[in-house]
């Protein structure tokens, strides 16, 4: 009897408190996964409607139970070829274009600054400020006198120029993490500018690299307004065939599906791959 | 010091960079090619659109470059606007990258009035009496035509009309006359309305000059109403105009599906083909639509005229249809494609894979006298083929104008214009706004422009 009171007493201060830090770490935890669900779904009703006739895909109540059917992949098969080609060549074109200028640029605004670095790091981001609908009069113009309308060419500077003054800023950031005795020391020891650049820093932040590259990689990949104001079809992109699926008199829900799933492969792979070094190139800045 | 010695590298990057854009910009003017005669590649600028990424393209790779092995077709296929958008920049600064483009009658009079078009009749088909040009239905061929010459020939045309369940109307002892009057409509929608299962009937709601305003015009039309009055004065706000759109909104809003203003086309054709409406006022090409998309509400559906008022008929006209910009290169080949997808021969191939139902309807006389199809399209082709020959774009009111067009006035400021008055009748539409104040800020829209000014782009 004289050793019930002391149970609460015993262990009365830490239950409450393990109770409220796991009910306050549940209480997060199903926030997230709400959130997470509230982003997937409508990616999984898409899936899930590409699989659909298209007198099913717009329905109302929404159909669960259906005969699937693959007809509207093939059709999406049979007609995207040259333009994921295009969105290939100008995604991984530009993105390789962007990771060899902006190495050496953001070095000289990090690790050895240029004389008015901040001005030139202010530049870069200043080119963002203009938005593109502005420019797109004076590019259409240029273009078509330079003969590059409707070429792939055209695409690759473009988004080479768009993804530039991002991947400088991102990559600059994970050059001022590496340490300045690791590249003293491989001065002492007698090393160059390239030779620090390439044996010293590059080992040293290629998971930044990565991540700037799959951030340019999803920027050119889902690009519309600059392709389909200066492409027609030598060098139509990927969203260009998902918006020419959009028909004026005809039902097209399920195709639309079935050619925005199949645009999203690519990138989800891409991602997938990249995991590891996404992870930690993206917390890389965040340790200081 | 250090950037001192920095300096000529990041020069030298520079200087990278600029040579790679160079080089960039030598490969790419080196691969546009050029040539005459009636080979090479021909880019044709197409809307999408079911009867042309469901049988214009594949028939393209399947038979056209088979039977032309010398000419290579390629598509760039869009969304109406987009399409717009994209031939209008190419033409007006002839960047010349489309060989072939798909317009309408509103643009046809007006590229060839800019000098923007070939003239087929003299440049083509005055040497190909094989392409019987005679046989296009004549309100299309007119439409298309400019100073009494084709600028372009038609792929597929479309009239207005009425599409109604027979079953409900048989269940409410109801019958459709041939002919309705927009008040018989709208007493059958009256009864025929069960408000969350069944609309008593389907409008287009949504803004935009082929949207709602092409429904609402033949409506306006019809009701005595007109745009312009012969000085160019814009008469949105005149009793007729007034009268014709109340009666539009209100048939919407009392009868109406429900979320009217984001709906047309294919909105509407998903809810008559899932039984949600009774009646459904639309182009003629959903006969076809209904009979492919959705078998089993064809058999339960009948056909009207465009229903009238004070006109004798009130259905539009629209035909997409192709024609070679000028200047471009390679247009023979660029005819030679014109030419085939326009053809009686093309009608025929269509019904060898997809049967005659799903043939291209609306521009020649010839497949309404082919018995096969007559077969086919019983239901619809009749009353499609009398609903183009009955439209006048020249005299679309009942008091003359001085604009040219049923469900478009014909002059430059109207794609800007169309879309103006359309938001605000979509508002109205959606209730946010009345009509007499939807009216009177789209008279404002239109008296932007002098009568000068309009007057010019006629």
């Not at chain 1, 139970?65 to 333009?83: A, D, Q, Y």
């Not at chain 1, 004076?138 to 409707?150: F, K, T």
């Not at chain 2, 169309?418 to 959606?430: F, L, P, S």
Request: hydrophobic share 45%; charged share 15%.
């Amino acid at each position: 009897m004289t050793a019930l009171p002391l149970r609460p007493g015993h262990s009365g201060r830490p239950r409450p408190q393990r109770l409220r830090e796991m009910s306050g770490r549940a209480g997060w935890g199903i926030v997230a996964w709400v959130v997470a669900i509230a982003f997937f779904l409508p990616v999984l009703w898409m899936v899930i409607t590409a699989f659909k006739p298209e007198s099913a895909a717009e329905t109302w109540p929404p159909q669960f139970i259906f005969k699937p059917t693959l007809s509207e992949f093939r059709l999406v098969f049979s007609g995207m070829g040259p333009f994921l080609t295009h969105s290939v060549v100008a995604t991984v074109g530009s993105t390789i274009l962007v990771v060899l200028l902006s190495v050496p640029a953001a070095y000289a605004l990090s690790v050895h600054p240029v004389k008015h670095w901040r001005d030139g790091l202010f530049f870069f981001i200043s080119t963002k400020m203009l938005p593109i609908v502005a420019a797109i009069g004076p590019l259409y113009v240029i273009a078509l006198h330079l003969h590059l309308l409707d070429s792939i060419w055209l695409l690759i500077i473009l988004y080479t120029a768009m993804n530039l003054p991002l991947a400088i800023w991102m990559i600059r950031s994970f050059m001022l993490e590496v340490p300045r005795e690791l590249l003293e020391a491989a001065r002492l020891d007698g090393a160059g500018r390239i030779r620090e650049i390439t044996g010293v820093i590059l080992p040293i932040i290629s998971p930044g690299l990565v991540s700037t590259a799959l951030i340019c990689v999803i920027f050119a990949w889902n690009e519309l307004f600059l392709a389909l104001n200066l492409t027609v079809t030598n060098a139509a992109t990927m969203p260009m065939y998902l918006i020419s699926s959009v028909p004026q008199e005809g039902l097209y829900i399920a195709h639309l599906s079935a050619a925005a799933t199949i645009a999203s492969v690519p990138v989800i792979l891409v991602g997938w791959i990249a995991q590891r070094s996404l992870v930690r190139g993206l917390s890389m800045g965040a340790i200081k | 010091m250090s950037y001192l010695r920095f300096r000529p590298r990041v020069l030298g990057a520079i200087g990278c960079a600029a040579a790679m854009v160079a080089v960039a910009a030598c490969s790419g003017s080196s691969s546009s090619t050029g040539s005459t005669g009636s080979t090479g590649t021909v880019t044709v600028a197409v809307v999408s659109n079911p009867l042309i990424t469901g049988q214009m393209i594949p028939l393209t790779k399947s038979n056209f470059e088979k039977k032309y092995p010398g000419i290579n077709v390629k598509f760039a296929t869009y969304t109406e606007a987009d399409l717009r958008a994209a031939i209008e920049k190419d033409v007006s600064t002839h960047s010349n990258a489309f060989n072939v483009i798909m317009i309408g009658p509103y643009e046809t009079p007006l590229f060839a009035k800019n000098g923007w078009l070939d003239n087929l009749s003299t440049q083509f088909i005055a040497k190909e009496p094989s392409y019987d040009a005679g046989d296009l239905l004549p309100p299309i061929a007119k439409a298309l035509s400019y100073k009494g010459d084709l600028y372009a020939v038609p792929f597929y045309g479309e009239s207005s009309m009425v599409y109604y369940r027979k079953d409900l109307f048989a269940k409410a002892g109801l019958t459709m006359p041939q002919h309705p009057t927009w008040t018989q409509i709208q007493s059958f929608a009256a009864r025929l309305n069960q408000p969350g299962k069944v609309s008593g009937i389907c409008l287009r709601g949504l803004a935009g000059w082929g949207d709602n305003m092409a429904a609402l015009d033949t409506v306006v039309n019809t009701f005595g109403g007109e745009w312009f009055n012969e000085k160019w004065q814009p008469q949105l706000t005149s009793p007729a105009f007034e009268a014709a759109t109340n009666f539009y909104v209100n048939l919407i809003r009392k009868y109406g599906e429900a979320g009217a203003s984001n709906d047309s086309f294919n909105q509407l054709l998903t809810l008559y083909g899932q039984g949600k409406c009774a009646m459904w006022y639309d182009a003629t090409v959903a006969a076809t639509s209904i009979a492919t998309t959705y078998p089993s509400m064809a058999s339960k559906t009948g056909y009207a005229f465009a229903p009238t008022d004070l006109t004798k008929s009130s259905g539009w006209l629209w035909t997409w249809s192709l024609g070679v910009p000028q200047g471009t290169s390679n247009q023979g080949a660029a005819w030679k494609f014109v030419s085939w997808a326009t053809s009686k021969s093309y009608d025929s191939l269509v019904a060898s894979k997809y049967g005659w139902a799903a043939v291209p309807p609306g521009t020649r006389t010839s497949l309404y006298n082919n018995p096969q199809y007559q077969k086919a399209a019983k239901a619809f082709a009749g009353i499609t083929l009398a609903s183009i020959d009955s439209t006048d774009p020249d005299h679309p009111t009942l008091h003359p104008v001085p604009y040219v067009g049923v469900q478009y006035v014909d002059i430059p400021q109207f794609e800007v214009l169309g879309v103006e008055v359309g938001q605000q009748i979509a508002g109205a539409i959606a209730g946010t706004e009345t009509v007499a104040q939807a009216l009177k800020t789209s008279q404002a829209d239109a008296a932007a422009y002098t009568p000068a000014e309009l007057a010019g782009g006629s």
